[in-house]
């Protein structure tokens, strides 16, 4: 499905004249200014305040201007092309979430890439899975900068959640503490390799963290959040705020 998908955005970009989606100059699903904006290295931003037991975040740009557009366009409208840009993306910042815990010299460990999900209800109405869809591009722009990455789509819901429009950051953990489960048959594949929970953005960190925890619970090396965009409520840079990972020698 997700092929004749794809198919059919390259066929409308390619006969019927497409437009970019963010700048809606003609041409193909995004023009090489606006693809630029997601053209940066990664880096971690921190939402404010942090949410306990949130993996470090990475992502290359804020979330505002041409890349809230762009991610927008691809998991609202269907415009699969953008697949491409928005999934490079997210590859750099799960390599920068791999790099700052593994040594600089010698083989990169495996990597699995963890896609966020989305409710059945909301992916049967988008008519896609615009998370997964970015993971399968993030994973092999990780093999490229030699990071050994495979999608693994491990993550289910536990139960039915609130709308999350209008609550604050204690509201959402609250709303979400709970609400993913990792089914038994995937606990081994789990700790083959280092885990890296993906997903567009990042706000509160509600969800991440929650997927986290989802993750640790069966049995998972969680050694960061990759997203495509931040929101702009950043908060500690510091390196003291880095949260200890069992391959710095905590208890995790």
């Not at 959640?161 to 503490?177: F, I, K, P």
Request: proline share 9%.
């Amino acid at each position: 499905m997700e092929l004749l998908a794809e198919l059919g955005d390259a066929f409308a970009d390619l006969f019927v004249g497409g437009r970019c989606a963010g700048c809606a100059e003609p041409g193909r699903s995004v023009c090489p200014a606006c693809s630029s904006a997601l053209v940066a290295p990664a880096r971690l931003r921190w939402p404010d305040p942090v949410p306990a037991g949130l993996a470090p975040p990475w992502s290359v740009a804020e979330y505002a201007g041409v890349v809230r557009e762009l991610l927008l366009a691809h998991k609202e409208h269907r415009r699969y092309g953008l697949a491409g840009a928005l999934g490079t993306a997210l590859g750099d910042a799960a390599v920068a979430a791999v790099r700052a815990v593994s040594p600089r010299d010698g083989v990169p460990p495996p990597v699995l890439l963890v896609p966020l999900p989305s409710q059945p209800a909301v992916v049967r109405g988008r008519g896609h899975d615009p998370v997964l869809r970015m993971a399968r591009v993030a994973a092999a722009r990780a093999r490229e900068a030699g990071v050994p990455a495979q999608v693994l789509a491990c993550l289910r819901p536990a139960r039915r959640v609130r709308d999350q429009s209008g609550l604050d950051a204690g509201q959402r953990q609250a709303n979400l503490a709970g609400a993913l489960r990792v089914p038994p048959r995937h606990a081994g594949l789990l700790r083959q390799g280092l885990v890296v929970v993906a997903d567009d953005i990042v706000t509160t960190g509600a969800t991440a963290t929650e997927a986290c925890r989802a993750l640790r619970a069966g049995g998972a090396l969680v050694v960061g959040v990759a997203t495509v965009a931040a929101t702009s409520r950043l908060g500690p840079t510091r390196r003291d705020c880095y949260p200890r990972l069992p391959l710095e020698g905590g208890d995790d």
